[in-house]
């Protein structure tokens, strides 16, 4: 979300309150990692004007969500925060039931497996897992990445059903623009592959060298598809035997929580 869709949301629904949807706007921009910020880095990143922002940097700062600095003139997300995250997290069993796995699946791929949920165009991290010998870093809770760019964004794309899948593609259409035709494209084919086998597959994804498999699962009480992915660096494991053995192994995994949460 941005200035522009606050403003878009507010012309559709006359109940729609701007102020909050700003507040959060101001929140979202400390994503992906945190930090020290003020005023003026906060307009650039938020589109808001100066005299908003410094208006909901005090309101958030009085309420917990923001730390002040007034020596640096600057701000930082606070412990409020928190009061957010754990009950959202503690309301998705799935992360606890799935982790034991998740870390065997790493251990013996030495890579990461993570599980996500989208929002907008995104997928979300909401857990990972990685082998202590592994080269690649484990992505953060609240770590987000393209659904079109990911393994685990095209299992969760070809695991929507027909109408679901459109309102997508109209989203990611928007942020493609003029590259869109291919893209469409390629994410057809995706769906079509992942139909077919089961999972979505990139084979030493340029730039870092990196093999994935996403593998889809519904979650009860979710409305929308969840997603697992298996990352191992190329240098650590070939494009060839990755592809033997990953997704068979996250298909299992999947199908093991799938089987413990019980019917949808």
Known sequence: MDRDAIERFHQQDPYFATTLAKGMLLLRAYAPSGGWMGNKALVERTGLSKAAVTRLAKTLTQLGYL???????????????????????????????????????????HGAVSLGMARGTEMIFLESCLDNAAPTARPDVGTSRQIAETSMGRAFLAALDENRRLQMYAALQERAQTDWPSLRRKLDAEVAHYRQHGYSLSLNEAPRGLNAVGVAIRVPGQDLPFAFNCVVAESHMSSRQFEKLAPMRLISLVEAVRQTLGPI
């Open 67 to 109: 730390r002040h600095d007034p020596e640096r003139a600057k701000y930082c997300l606070d412990v409020g925060v928190l009061e957010l995250v754990n009950p959202f997290l503690s309301q998705l069993p799935v992360r606890r039931i799935a982790r034991p796995w998740m870390q065997q699946l790493a251990n013996e791929m």
